[in-house]
């Protein structure tokens, strides 16, 4: 069953046509990537998702909430957590203090300390890491340390946009391994991502995105495999 459902989206910056009629759909249980070149629309879609901008017209929902009109709080506390791209993390701050902020709409103590101890489990890295400043860890670090935030606050859907970006390959394979790991563990996984040799690696399906609209979809093998995909995304 499809828990989340875009259908027909169009969204506008002025008089610019961001997204045009784009429709996908994702189910519990599953990783699906977005892939697209930059301006495809790819963060323009995960900010529709998050409520932050609005669908000029079109259905956007997930598990029976309408994302084109609820308000972005809500849709944190309905379980869809945007890690955003560039990371955002707070340089002054320690890893510890980074991940706790994850879970600041959340009351029950005994959650966020479960939560923080699953962060610490998934990327031990962060664990020996715990008191040091964001500021001075590493680009992968730092993706870890978001990816974390996210997860204290319990995701039930995990948007990822471009994870990869500025990651060196061997990086970019642990944070996607980390991925993977957490959609096992229970959550479904959107990724959009420029960086299709990695993301479709790790991904169920995948929708190819170009200028706003949806140009091919299928399972990650399928697109893997399809010329078309080799030729745009893949390389030689
Ligand atoms: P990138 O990987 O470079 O972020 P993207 O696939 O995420 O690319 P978007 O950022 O969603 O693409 O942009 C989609 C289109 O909308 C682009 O043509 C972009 O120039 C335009 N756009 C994005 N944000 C704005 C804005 N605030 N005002 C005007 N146009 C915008």
């Known amino acids: 069953m499809s828990v989340l459902e875009v259908g027909e989206a169009d969204v506008y910056y002025g008089r610019v046509h961001a997204l045009r009629g784009l429709s996908f759909e994702v189910e519990e249980g599953e990783i699906v990537c977005l892939l697209g070149n930059n301006g495809a629309g790819k963060s323009t879609t995960m900010n529709l998702l998050s409520g932050l901008v609005r669908p000029k017209s079109g259905r956007v929902s997930w598990n029976g909430i309408d994302l084109a009109t609820a308000k972005p709080w ?37 959650k966020i300390a479960e939560r923080l101890e699953q962060v610490y489990s998934l990327m031990p890295r962060l664990a020996e890491r715990r008191k040091q400043q964001g500021g001075t860890l590493s680009g992968g670090e730092q993706q870890m340390v978001a990816i974390g935030r996210a997860i204290v606050g319990g995701p039930k859907l995990l948007l990822l946009d471009e994870p990869s970006m500025g990651l060196a390959p061997l990086v970019v394979k642990q944070v996607m391994e980390i991925i993977a790991a957490v959609n096992a563990q229970g959550t479904t996984v959107l990724l959009v991502e420029q960086n299709a040799r990695a993301a479709l690696k790790i991904a169920h399906r995948a929708y190819v995105v170009e200028t706003g609209s949806v140009t091919l979809s299928g399972s990650a093998a ?11 995304y893949l390389g030689a």
Do not use: C, W
């Not at 869809?80 to 103590?109: A, C, D, K, W």
């Not at 399928?222 to 745009?232: G, I, N, Q, S, Y």
């Open 222 to 232: 399928e697109l893997a495999a399809d010329p078309r995909v080799v030729e745009a």
């Open 74 to 110: 809500d849709i944190v506390s309905a379980g869809l957590i945007h890690v955003p791209e560039g990371r955002r993390i707070f340089s002054t701050m320690t890893v510890h203090e980074n991940l706790l902020l994850g879970g600041y709409t959340l009351r029950e103590q005994k």
